[in-house]
């Protein structure tokens, strides 16, 4: 018979690279990498022959440079399990330290980024169409960002018990331009208004932004801090504010246009949905069917049509009309020509703060209702308490209507033609002109005699209140002679 089924079956070699210790009783395989940072055992024990020691184990670990880092446990365990004739795989029997990875020195931007939304309903889906451009706006003082110093990495030591040193740390390499301050903690911070810019390692504020074509879907609704110049036109909904001004060599479609300084373009079209909120002076060579709330002087060179105009300065077209829509203008009117040959209702108020007129209105009708109450009182007790009501309201709108400002200029200069339909509020005169004028000429209210006086037109610099007086001088002087 045979004895095959007496015999104990060889165990399987494992596939394995590392040191290969060969010995009567086992064999047994060290794995070390090549960065020393571990060692792990494999056992095979031989059908015959001794079992390993912890002995042998230890001198075959520091023969092939396991010095530190040894777990003594689990080396005690890998002997009990060889003196029980155990095959034991990839047992981890050393553990170096790894170094610890540090962090470079980078920027970290605390300010928030200026997000506009405009979005459209895109099958179901909320899409961003108009807002592409992201801008830091910043303001002086403002934080912008840190620089976060290095964070150096930890050494780490291998089971050879050498060190290992962990990879040097950079520094980042900037540059601080303009408009910035860096103090000894590392903020970034604003010393002007602007938006933040980062290029090429250089951070700065920069107070203007130019764009050198459109403002279209490329660039997007634009919200700066600073100072914008569009080299081209602004397209229908791409809204611009710009704190410092604006300048638009083209032409503005359909958008709301926003500065606290001044503003110039070529000419808008707002369609009756455009409008402009200027806080300096606006000037463009023509300009239609746009609402505008101007702080200081409106100058166009060719024409105004169809808007809706407020502003505490004047409104003055130097070659052509304003003809239909509304003007308030506090330091006065002038222009080629008012109105149009249709006879296109033109409405003027001049001389006031366009911030009282709603409240002018208000008080008028609150007035012209209590007069109707008092037709209707069915006692005297009611309808002197009516009358003293009514004697307070015409107070406050007088003081409204005579409101003194330096500024408030109620003058009207006609150059060329005043057309019919163009009703011109002065003063207490409201006047619409019944039949066609030829310029040039000054309209002022008539203080003394009630209406207006069309006179020889003088300079916008003339007041209004020293025009009256002179006439009503001269007219006292031809009634001595």
Request: glycine residues 10%; contains cysteine; proline residues 3%.
């Amino acid at each position: 018979m045979s004895d095959n089924k007496n015999k104990i079956p060889a165990p399987a070699i494992p596939t394995m690279s590392g040191v290969k210790v060969e010995q009567a009783g086992y064999t047994l395989y060290l794995q070390i990498p090549d960065n020393y940072l571990e060692c792990r055992c494999s056992y095979l024990p031989h059908a015959q022959g001794a079992m390993l020691t912890s002995d042998e184990l230890a001198d075959t670990l520091k023969k092939h440079g396991v010095l530190e880092t040894i777990d003594q446990q689990a080396c005690e365990d890998f002997v009990v399990m060889a003196a029980a004739g155990r095959q034991q795989l990839d047992v981890l029997l050393a553990c170096g330290t790894p170094p610890v990875v540090g962090t470079d020195e980078y920027f970290q931007l605390t300010a928030p980024s200026t997000t506009v939304m405009h979005s459209d309903d895109y099958d179901g889906v909320r899409v961003d169409m108009y807002h592409v451009t992201t801008f830091v706006n910043v303001v002086t003082g403002d934080e912008i960002g840190r620089i976060i110093p290095v964070v150096p990495g930890i050494p780490g030591r291998n089971i050879k018990g050498v060190t290992i040193v962990s990879q040097p740390c950079k520094a980042l390499k900037y540059k601080l331009g303009k408009n910035i301050h860096l103090d000894e903690d590392g903020v970034l911070s604003a010393t002007a208004v602007g938006r933040f810019s980062q290029v090429g390692g250089e951070f700065s504020v920069e107070e203007e932004f130019v764009v050198k074509g459109d403002v279209d879907f490329n660039v997007g609704i634009i919200n700066f801090k600073g100072f914008v110049v569009v080299r081209g036109d602004v397209l229908d909904h791409f809204d611009i504010t710009a704190t410092k001004g604006l300048t638009v060599s083209g032409n503005i479609g359909v958008c709301s246009i926003v500065s606290d300084g001044d503003i110039s373009f070529c000419g808008m079209d707002g369609q009756d949905r455009g409008s402009i909120v200027c806080g300096g002076t606006l000037h463009a060579h023509h300009i239609h069917a746009t609402a505008i709330e101007c702080s200081g002087d409106v100058i166009v060179e060719v024409e105004i049509h169809d808007c809706s105009i407020k502003t505490l300065g004047r409104i003055v077209v130097n070659k052509d009309s304003i003809s239909g829509g509304s003007c308030i203008a506090q330091g006065g009117i002038e222009a080629n020509k008012l109105g149009s040959p249709s006879a296109r209702h033109t409405s003027l108020l001049v001389g006031v703060d366009y911030h009282y007129v709603e409240e002018l209105k208000r008080l008028l009708l609150e007035l012209t209702a209590t007069q109707d109450e008092i037709g209707e009182a069915g006692s005297l007790e009611e309808i002197t308490e009516l009358r003293k009501r009514a004697a307070i309201l015409s107070e406050r709108i007088a003081n409204l209507r005579h409101k003194t400002v330096a500024a408030a200029n109620a003058k009207i200069n006609v150059k060329k033609m005043l057309h019919e339909n163009v009703q011109m509020l002065l003063g207490d005169v409201t006047e619409t002109v019944q039949e066609f004028r030829d310029g040039p000429l000054t309209i002022v209210e008539n203080t003394s005699d009630g209406g207006l006086r069309f006179i020889p037109m003088s300079s916008m610099d003339v007041k209004a209140t020293d025009i009256e007086l002179a006439c009503i001088l001269e007219q006292k002087n031809s009634k001595t002679e």
